[in-house]
């Protein structure tokens, strides 16, 4: 740990000076926590206006430099032709977790880090500062809050392999899901992985679909990956099956099927009785059930122009409440 390196400021010594593009070794990638992605508007930038925020570098064996903070920066010059540029120089004996601080920071307040990206900055910072040190001071450099739990899934996510952090990266895996499958074993997360990839899933909507599956491979006796290899599941997948809104919809409900087949039948039941007493399609009034059908409160949402359209439904809603088709719907 560097205790002393949070107590006080880190002042390295780094002289700017003018750097061949020649002598840089950008595949080093010790301080690269994310693929340089479309660098036009960069490039765009630096031949309209040159290299406004410098990068640092830090000199290696050989007469070499390594790129601590602006990577992308030395990428998209080197794509434009550059010889050379200005940058900031750290020197040999500069730690690792000094130079840390220097991404850190210079990032920190000109952007938003990815999830991946978070993550893998947090394990590296654990290897020098304590898990409080971290959560504490670090995590709001990274732009999320100080918070135990959100660290642990930062570690689950870099624990993974690389298909699904690059998901992350992609902004298709979300961090509870990532912290859900780091607890599986790797032909589980292998399985579900295509299902997260090709399917739009929110982050709500992945931890349902995790949870559930592994609750129904504990009901069953099963691994994850067995109950996804069955029939039903791989043709979910298919493309030629609907849209991918379409095929994540049937995936929610073939897994709540299996799960919970008593509240499934209760929810049709339900649904079917809105369609009898003409309210399932109804364009101004929508009733729903209490939260999965437990409890005995039913939420009704009325949409109304003015005082006429109100009372007419209201009048309606009456002689229907009257009925005792209505009476069984609220029985359910």
């Known amino acids: ?18 750097v061949p593009l020649a002598v840089l070794d950008l595949e080093d990638h010790t301080f690269v926590f994310s693929p340089p992605g479309d660098l036009s508007r960069l490039q765009d930038s630096l ?8 990068p640092w570098l830090r000199a290696v064996a050989g007469e070499r430099f390594q790129a601590v903070a602006g990577f992308k920066r030395l990428v ?35 952007r938003d880090f990815g999830n991946l990206e978070q993550a893998i900055i947090a394990s590296r910072l654990l290897e020098h500062w304590s898990r409080e040190t971290v959560v504490e001071k670090f995590l709001p450099c990274l732009g999320l809050a ?14 993974l392999e690389e298909p699904l952090r690059q998901l992350a990266a992609r902004s298709r ?38 949870e559930g599956l592994d609750l129904l491979a504990r009901r069953q006796g099963l691994r994850p990956a067995g109950i996804l290899s069955r029939e039903e599941f791989q043709l979910v997948l298919q493309e030629d099956r609907g849209t ?3 095929r994540a919809a049937a995936l929610r409900l073939l897994l709540q099927n299996l799960v919970s087949p008593r509240f499934t039948k209760a929810l049709e039941a339900f649904q079917a009785g809105l369609q009898r007493v003409g309210l399932r399609h109804h364009p101004r ?10 409890g005995p409160d039913f939420h009704l949402e009325i949409k109304f ?14 002689r229907l409440a009257q009925e005792e088709e209505f009476a069984a719907l609220t029985r359910i």
Request: with cysteine.
């Open 76 to 110: 998209a010059a080197t794509r434009l032709g550059w010889e050379e540029v200005t940058a900031r120089i750290l020197p040999p004996e500069a730690a690792d977790a000094q130079c840390l601080l220097v991404y850190l920071y210079d990032n920190a307040f000109t």
């Open 146 to 159: 100080p918070s135990g739990t959100i660290l642990e899934r930062l570690r689950a996510l870099a624990s």
């Open 244 to 246: 991918p809104q379409v």
């Open 173 to 210: 895996l979300a961090l509870p899901a990532a912290a859900l499958l780091a607890a599986w074993d790797r032909a589980d997360r292998d399985a579900a992985a295509p299902f997260l990839e090709k399917l739009p899933l929110s982050q709500s909507k992945q931890e349902e679909f995790l």
């Open 47 to 54: 031949k309209e206006v040159g290299l406004l925020n410098p």
């Open 285 to 294: 009034v929508r009733l729903q059930p209490p939260p999965a059908l437990e």
């Open 305 to 318: 122009r003015d005082a006429g359209e109100l009372h007419k439904i209201l009048a309606d809603l009456i």
């Open 1 to 18: 740990m560097n205790p002393e390196l949070c107590e006080k400021p880190v002042i390295l010594p780094a002289p700017i000076r003018e």
